[in-house]
């Protein structure tokens, strides 16, 4: 079993739509949860970032932590085909230490 | 702010040939980190750098790869003899510190396809 497990889609849907991307993991361990976008042949840049459980809320962007489950998600509300890119969950025990990434989403918005 | 700046972008060697990427962080930027990111994989970190010492090199394969961080600034990443399985792109990222809610931030990569 992977320490960290993301469906790699790809996922398309129409714009306006509400997304879901979801990553489960292992380690209990882990307390640090993030989300990078990888747009092709860029580095990540990252989107939200969350410390242990929780959600948090940036614009159209909603990331959930839920430890108990060992599940994180991020949603996209009224998402834009600006949004088509790979989205990659990543999680640490200690903070920007050894970061443990999940495989990526692909997602393509369609207008 | 300039970015991450990393070079070459694209690479093309022979298995057994040499290789080595170049990476200038954010300045001011304390901790560097290498990572391998394999196609249809998320980045798997290779090193950590704090200023010019090693934090993390549990998963550099040491018989082929190195890294190096002169004067902490700069760092090369060095793969010696390259495999096929080295194919892959090599992402650099820094952080001011190393402290909550760093964020890390990332160059464009080095491509490399080993034939």
């Known amino acids: 079993q992977k320490e960290v497990e993301q469906d790699p889609g790809p996922l398309s849907v129409p714009e306006g739509a509400i997304v879901s991307l979801n990553c489960t993991y292992s380690n209990s361990a882990f307390q640090y949860f993030m989300w990078y976008r990888q747009y092709s042949r860029k580095g990540p840049e990252l989107l939200m970032y969350?410390?242990?459980?929780g959600n948090k809320e940036d614009g159209r962007f909603t990331a959930q932590v839920d430890k108990s489950s060992k599940y994180i998600s991020l949603f996209i509300r009224d998402s834009q085909p600006s949004d088509s890119a790979t989205y990659l969950c990543a999680m640490s025990v200690y903070n920007n230490n050894d970061m443990r990434f999940g495989a990526g989403t692909r997602l393509t918005v369609k207008p | 702010e300039a970015g991450v700046a990393q070079s070459p972008r694209y690479k093309i060697i022979e298995k057994r040939q040499s290789v080595a990427f170049w990476c200038n962080p954010i300045s001011g930027h304390a901790t560097l980190y290498w990572y391998q990111q394999i196609l249809g994989q998320g980045p798997k970190l290779l090193i950590q750098?704090?200023?010019?010492?090693?934090?993390?090199d549990s998963q550099l394969p040491k018989d082929r790869f190195s890294a190096e961080r002169l004067k902490g600034v700069d760092s090369t990443l060095k793969i010696q003899p390259a495999k096929l399985e080295d194919s892959a792109v090599y992402l650099c990222?820094?952080?001011?510190?190393?402290?909550?809610?760093?964020?890390?931030?990332f160059g464009p990569g080095t491509r490399l396809l080993v034939l």
């Open positions: 969350t410390y242990s459980s």
């Open positions: 990222a820094s952080t001011q510190v190393r402290g909550q809610g760093e964020t890390q931030y």
């Open positions: 750098f704090q200023n010019n010492g090693v934090v993390d």
